[in-house]
């Protein structure tokens, strides 16, 4: 990609000052870029970071234990259910005006759930940082994307993007632990205030966007019926995994899905100004890219569960050493991160998501032979740094693949699918593995868990053969990896 100028298009829309092809970012654009990595690492831990402390939230404020899977799934629902109307929305009223006010609602809801003294106050927080979520999340990449033209410097800031946040879901669960066993969960909930402060008062002085165009009407029917869609899909999903796929409202919820996004679609393709357009989701490096992108969370993920149910149930580790050993599959998506941009400048982003996914099946379906051996510890943490890497390759090719050739004016929708495909990645991978899991267990879990990790692995294998054969990159895209 670094040897063709950026398209006309592309030129016309970029913000003032953009970064030449394969130079460093200047100074302003480092300041920028380390506000919207701070916003987008933090949120990433706020997925994970409660998981540990669950039972004692639970206790410290009443919560019946039928009722604790409600902290992660009212977060859940409203972080994939709005990211793509908020993905629209940046297009429409501006990135830096969503970013900030997501960023000040991040801050006031945090406060709030750190303070709470109730159930009700807390599921009304993680509310309002699930809303900012999706606020935030869209509007950060959008910045990124348009920040910098197609080329080495925006594969290179896309590529800290992603080695930050996949970092930080798996941080998450290393940082709620420690924080509950050494001080109290409240402050998973107060270090998000201190991050958002920050982030406020450097946000206004260092970001910028392009002058947009002519505001097109938002359209409010197509959003009503995309946000509810997402949200009863992840709902869905969500309680197959906690009360298993042959529930009722676990079909329920997905029926219900299903109708709304055929309603969705039906809609759209009768208005003038849809919220998605149909010449976009037509493009095949989008639509490809993103499914590409929801397997590659769904996989990595799930494996941070059936591993952390491995190293705990089976081999007898304790919370705090099976959060450290999978720490180091954290080190290796930094590492993956940072050699992505490298991958995609000599070939191309979809190179780089089928390598990705090729290395990170090849790195899994080893871990399908795990026992009850401690001695396994040494290979597994070797396997999984490798998966690491490779993971994190694939994450940002699918961004790159995802959002390239997309005009200035709908690259917060585009940012927005990205986010979407990660976030219903992330919730729905996990439940799936755990039915495959649970369905193959014996006297013991482990039989589940091995079969369960050839599954994940066998999946990433997949996925490669499917980017492979109907990915279509855009032409200068495909150009540029070929030279």
């Not at 940082?175 to 450097?202: C, D, E, K, Q, Y």
């Not at 493009?283 to 705990?312: D, H, I, K, M, P």
Request: hydrophobic share 55%.
């Amino acid at each position: 990609m670094s040897t063709i100028e950026p398209s006309a298009t592309t030129r016309t829309h970029v913000a003032p000052r953009p970064a030449g092809a394969g130079s460093p970012f200047d100074r302003m654009q480092k300041t920028a870029m380390a506000v919207l990595l701070t916003a987008n690492f933090t949120l990433a831990v706020d997925f994970s970071i409660l998981n540990v402390a669950l039972p004692h939230i639970g206790a410290d404020l009443g919560f019946p234990t039928s009722a604790l899977q409600w902290i992660v799934t009212a977060f859940a629902l409203c972080a994939a259910g709005f990211t793509l109307f908020f993905g629209r929305l940046a297009d429409l009223f501006g990135r830096k005006r969503l970013f900030l006010i997501g960023t000040v609602l991040l801050g006031v809801s945090s406060l709030a759930g750190g303070l709470a003294q109730g159930p009700g106050l807390l599921i009304a927080a993680r509310v309002g940082q699930g809303i900012a979520t999706a606020m935030i999340t869209p509007a950060a990449l959008s910045l990124m994307t348009t920040m910098f033209p197609e080329g080495p410097a925006r594969s290179r800031a896309l590529g800290l993007n992603g080695a930050l946040m996949a970092a930080g879901f798996t941080a998450g669960a290393v940082l709620g632990g420690v924080l509950t066993g050494a001080a109290s969960w409240r402050w998973a909930f107060f270090l998000n205030v201190v991050v958002a402060l920050a982030v406020i008062l450097t946000a206004p002085f260092v970001l910028r966007e392009p002058t947009r165009g002519p505001r097109p009407r938002l359209d409010v029917p197509g959003a009503v019926l995309i946000t509810l869609a997402l949200v009863a899909l992840v709902l869905g999903i969500d309680t197959a995994g906690h009360a298993g796929w042959s529930h009722l409202g676990s079909w329920g919820s997905i029926v219900a899905a299903l109708v709304l996004f055929a309603a969705f679609l039906t809609v759209e393709s009768r208005l003038r100004e849809p919220l998605v357009a149909p010449a976009l989701l037509r493009r095949g490096n989008v639509a490809w890219g993103n499914v590409a992108g929801l397997l590659a969370f769904a996989t990595e993920t799930s494996l941070v569960f059936l591993l952390t149910l491995y190293l705990q149930d089976v081999l007898g580790y304790n919370a705090v050493t099976a959060g450290l050993v999978l720490g180091v599959l954290g080190i290796g998506t930094v590492v993956g991160g940072l050699i992505a941009p490298r991958i995609i400048g000599r070939t191309s982003s979809k190179t780089a998501v089928v390598l990705g996914f090729v290395v990170q099946g090849a790195a899994t379906i080893p871990l399908a032979f795990v026992s009850d051996n401690r001695a396994w510890i040494v290979p597994l943490i070797m396997v999984t740094f490798v998966g690491g890497v490779a993971n994190l390759v694939a994450i940002v090719g699918f961004t790159v693949t995802s959002t390239a050739g997309v005009p200035a004016d709908q690259q917060g929708l585009a940012t927005g699918l990205v986010t979407m495909s990660q976030q219903v990645g992330i919730a729905l991978g996990t439940p799936l593995m755990s039915a495959v899991a649970t369905a193959f267990a014996a006297a013991t879990l482990l039989p589940g868990l091995q079969v369960a990790i050839g599954v994940n692995g066998l999946l990433a294998l997949a996925a490669a053969a499917l980017v492979a054969v109907f990915l279509r990159l855009p032409r200068h895209d495909a150009v540029a990896g070929a030279r």
